[in-house]
């Protein structure tokens, strides 16, 4: 009877940990609180238990970021797509780094992309599977409107910001 060999050993334990760490199957879920910063690597998904919401961070869309070692005339942008559940409801966000495209509102609850790492390097390529991003959400508790006869304004508040905005009305 023979022994074991190096390599069916190596396959044993890759196996082993595998089957009991989940490794393969499963990216770790964590659980911020409402309003809390959070990052996702991709694939992976985070759960306020407490307002029923999970955020899944799906892929990078694009990254047109400048590079943090080159001079740019353009600082870039990257958007990235998230699937987020509310109470069983669900939608593809994209959001991009460039506001206000940086946060969209679904179900009374606004999502907000903070940041998208690592930031981009001259002559080096960022692997899909590398990226990493901050999240926030926050409840939509009051909308104001108005209208001014030559504009419209309008003022979101949020638990700790507010945010304005003014569209000029345009004669046609």
């Given at each position: 009877?023979?022994?074991?060999?190096?390599k069916?050993?190596?396959?044993?334990?890759?196996?082993w940990?595998c089957?009991?760490?989940?490794?393969?199957?499963?990216?770790?879920s964590?659980?911020?609180?409402?309003?809390?910063?959070?990052?996702?690597?991709?694939?992976?998904?985070?759960?306020?238990?407490?307002?029923?919401?999970?955020?899944?961070?799906?892929?990078?869309?694009?990254?047109?970021?400048?590079?943090?070692?080159?001079?740019?005339?353009?600082?870039?942008?990257a958007?990235v797509?998230?699937?987020?559940?509310?109470?069983?409801?669900?939608?593809?966000?994209?959001?991009?780094?460039?506001?206000?495209?940086?946060?969209?509102?679904?179900?009374?609850?606004?999502?907000?992309?903070?940041?998208?790492r690592?930031?981009?390097?001259?002559?080096?390529?960022?692997?899909?599977?590398a990226?990493?991003?901050?999240?926030?959400?926050?409840?939509?508790?009051?909308?104001?409107?108005?209208?001014?006869?030559?504009?419209?304004?309008?003022?979101?508040?949020?638990?700790?910001?507010?945010?304005?905005?003014?569209?000029?009305?345009?004669e046609?």
């Amino acid at each position: 009877m023979k022994g074991l060999g190096p390599k069916t050993i190596g396959i044993a334990v890759f196996v082993w940990h595998c089957l009991f760490s989940g490794s393969l199957f499963a990216q770790e879920s964590s659980h911020p609180n409402l309003g809390e910063e959070f990052e996702l690597a991709v694939h992976q998904t985070a759960q306020i238990t407490a307002e029923k919401i999970s955020v899944t961070f799906q892929e990078v869309l694009e990254d047109s970021r400048c590079p943090v070692d080159v001079t740019c005339i353009w600082a870039g942008l990257a958007e990235v797509s998230l699937r987020v559940a509310v109470s069983g409801h669900e939608r593809e966000l994209r959001l991009s780094t460039s506001p206000p495209e940086n946060s969209a509102v679904f179900e009374n609850y606004t999502f907000w992309l903070i940041r998208v790492r690592p930031v981009p390097r001259a002559n080096q390529n960022i692997d899909s599977s590398a990226y990493f991003v901050t999240v926030r959400v926050s409840r939509e508790t009051e909308t104001a409107l108005g209208d001014t006869g030559d504009r419209y304004w309008g003022q979101r508040f949020f638990p700790g910001s507010t945010t304005s905005f003014m569209i000029e009305r345009s004669e046609e």
